[in-house]
């Protein structure tokens, strides 16, 4: 368990000699903290749909797309009908936990005739998806003339502003200035209440069967609980929340991403959940919140950092670095205790 | 018959939909044929590399895009040194050779140590090699790797060129004694090259070595108490492969005639992956009647899609969309069949 820590104080280390050398150089520091306080609740979600399908023992959901596409789904639908306003967008969330949990079965039924190798039948499965919803973008018959292209009169635009629609409809929620420091307390507030929706059912009784599903699944079998019914359930609620956090993420972007920006959404939130000090195996709520803040507060102070000091281009190129070695540690250790367990 | 049914089915969803496109679309067989067999030519090698770590039972090696960054590499070298022609193409196919073979053994000590999820570590490696490639080509090229050839830089003097014109590396392995039969365009050392490539691999398989490869695919365990050092085998499977990928983004290269430089690699281990399983090769066997009929099979949907979906919806970037969409969805069967086949 220790080992783990390690992990997680080094970026931390280097997140504070960051923000250090930032005041250093006369970079003023206060609207990146607030930048990153409100990446916390844009990103969080992503990372929080990690947990169900980790805890119940399939690992990372790459497939995290499918669930992405539901979302950006309900949202063109509910603004080709033009409804503006927090009306509008609890219209969006209703209808992401509906077309999600119809996504989430058909996805659930593929991966479970995969079992254990459900990260990569995942990853290649959500990556199928996005070509499947471009031509969805294009033969959509949608006509706000918001969303698609002006000249063609149909197909989706690439980019879609939210403006008028919900457009950082949550972050607006009681915003507290201290000090220069903008600080979204409702929008906090939001996320903690999802935080504590998935916390219960994580006590609750389909909760604890996932839990011990990760455990040791041939136990579970010999107890009598169908295993494949709890996997089904991980699934389903990974994709739902995956859903919901496309609605946090864009409402506070600010824009509508479709075609192939879902792609690589999957592993940043795999990376931040590890730098929180999950294991392969488990990760809890705790881990969220700490790994999508050093995660995103690097990447936050990177920009400005590195526009100081070398080329602009380097911020995408530094963010995908970082995600991706993140990863590939976890695989090393991961793989070298699973053979400890076999010697003992 | 069923048996042969059940194990051919990914060739022959490939042969009805390519009939399918290929009616749909109204294009002349002619045309559609010397285009399949420009992209058989250009891709052959690159799709060859993938089926030694088949059957050392590493699965698809997708880390092939690090080939393809040695190979990429190493045209930038020697067109930054202004070499040109076949000493150009001599010094490009030793230096990535030198590269490749670096890359191959760390690629393949990496994955020594992530046993039994070999395919989404080779992804992540993929991915983290193509950045630290680009931020070597954005940054370093003109800092810390001295630019001799002025045209490669950007005008700010800082990183390379988007697109990088070959010179006379372009065309140089098609151009030599090319012939011409029923308005297909060939070259002698184009053929020459991938029948030695692929008489490699079979000679290769039927070796002491290929068989020792073999064991250790069939099973870890009892290769290591046969006295195998399957450590060694695995990391040679993936240094043949990082190799064989490499020469194959010189010939595509070559083919195309120009580099670009920062997206060149982008989908090859995907296209090459699919490819292969298309000619119904599986996670854990493959040979090489499935490398050619696969590049065929997907080739010619590759080609008649676009067509197809611009008659069928009238537009073309539904059918790129549907190729894009079957080349992962394959990739996801045969992962899927395997899981199947081993229960």
Request: net charge positive; charged share 10%; hydrophobic share 55%.
């Amino acid at each position: 368990m220790k080992k783990f820590k390690l992990q997680k104080n080094v970026l931390l280390i280097f997140l504070l000699v960051m923000i250090a050398v930032s005041c250093y150089m006369g970079i003023p520091i206060r609207p990146l903290l607030t930048d990153m306080l409100i990446r916390l609740p844009m990103n969080g979600v992503f990372v929080l749909s990690l947990l169900p399908m980790l805890n119940a023992g399939m690992g990372f959901n790459f497939g995290m797309p499918v669930g992405i596409i539901a979302g950006l789904i309900s949202i063109s639908t509910v603004m080709n009908f033009e409804i503006t306003g927090v009306k509008g967008f609890l219209c969006v969330l209703l209808l992401t936990i509906l077309i999600s949990f119809v996504f989430g079965r058909i996805y659930g039924r593929i991966l479970i005739k995969a079992s254990g190798t459900e990260e990569i039948t995942g990853n290649f499965l959500g990556l199928s998806i996005i070509p499947l919803s471009c031509i969805l973008w294009v033969t959509i018959p949608f006509d706000n003339p918001v969303m698609v292209f002006p000249i063609a009169g149909k197909g989706m635009r690439p980019k879609i502003g939210l403006e008028g629609y919900f457009d950082k409809i949550i972050e607006k929620i009681f915003q507290i200035k201290i000090g220069g420091m903008m600080i979204p307390v409702g929008y906090l507030l939001c996320f903690f209440i999802v935080c504590v929706i998935i916390y219960i059912i994580f006590k609750s009784n389909i909760g604890q069967n996932m839990l011990a599903l990760g455990e040791n699944e041939a136990y579970c079998e010999i107890m009598g609980l169908q295993s494949n019914k709890i996997k089904m359930t991980a699934i389903v609620l990974s994709t739902i929340i995956a859903g919901v956090g496309i609605c946090f993420y864009s409402q506070s972007y600010g824009y509508l991403e479709l075609y192939n920006a879902p792609k690589a959404i999957a592993f940043s939130a795999a990376s931040a959940l590890l730098i929180g000090g999950c294991t392969e195996h488990n990760g809890n709520i705790l881990n969220v919140i700490v790994g999508t803040l050093i995660f995103h507060g690097i990447l936050v102070f990177s920009v400005p950092l590195a526009n100081e000091l070398v080329a602009t281009e380097l911020t995408e190129i530094t963010r995908s670095i970082l995600t991706n070695v993140i990863i590939l540690f976890a695989m090393f250790k991961e793989t070298k205790k699973e053979k400890n367990v076999e010697k003992a | 018959m069923l048996k042969k049914l059940k194990s051919n089915r990914i060739p022959l969803l490939f042969i009805i939909l390519s009939v399918i496109g290929y009616i749909v679309s109204g294009m002349s067989l002619n045309f559609v044929m010397s285009e399949v067999v420009t992209r058989i030519l250009r891709n052959s090698v690159m799709v060859l590399s993938l089926i030694v770590p088949i059957i050392a039972g590493l699965g698809l090696n997708f880390a092939i895009s690090i080939g393809a960054l040695a190979a990429q590499t190493a045209i930038l070298f020697v067109l930054n040194y202004g070499l040109e022609g076949y000493p150009a193409l001599l010094a490009v196919v030793l230096l990535s050779t030198i590269l490749a073979v670096a890359f191959g053994y760390v690629i393949g000590a990496i994955l020594n140590r992530v046993k039994g999820r070999e395919m989404i570590t080779s992804i992540i490696i993929g991915y983290i090699g193509i950045s630290i490639y680009q931020l070597i080509f954005m940054v370093g090229f003109g800092t810390i790797i001295p630019a001799t050839n002025e045209k490669l830089l950007l005008k700010s003097g800082l990183g390379i060129q988007h697109v990088v014109n070959l010179e006379s590396l372009g065309g140089i392995i098609d151009d030599c004694l090319k012939f011409e039969i029923w308005g297909i365009k060939c070259s002698v050392l184009n053929l020459v090259i991938i029948t030695v490539v692929s008489l490699f691999i079979f000679y290769l398989l039927r070796s002491k070595l290929g068989i020792n490869m073999k064991a250790v695919g069939e099973s870890m365990d009892k290769s290591q108490s046969l006295g195998i050092d399957v450590n060694k085998m695995r990391i040679i499977a993936i240094i043949i492969s990082t190799v064989l990928a490499a020469y194959g983004q010189i010939m595509y290269l070559q083919n195309v005639g120009m580099l670009s430089v920062y997206t060149a690699q982008s989908n090859r281990e995907i296209f090459s992956s699919a490819a292969i399983l298309a000619g119904g090769a599986g996670i854990k066997n493959a040979n090489i009647r499935n490398v050619f009929l696969g590049l065929f099979l997907f080739h010619f949907l590759f080609i008649v899609s676009p067509l197809a979906g611009q008659t069928l919806f009238s537009s073309v970037a539904i059918g790129e969309y549907f190729r894009t969409f079957i080349s992962y969805a394959v990739i996801c069967l045969a992962i899927i069949f395997n899981v199947k086949e081993n229960i």
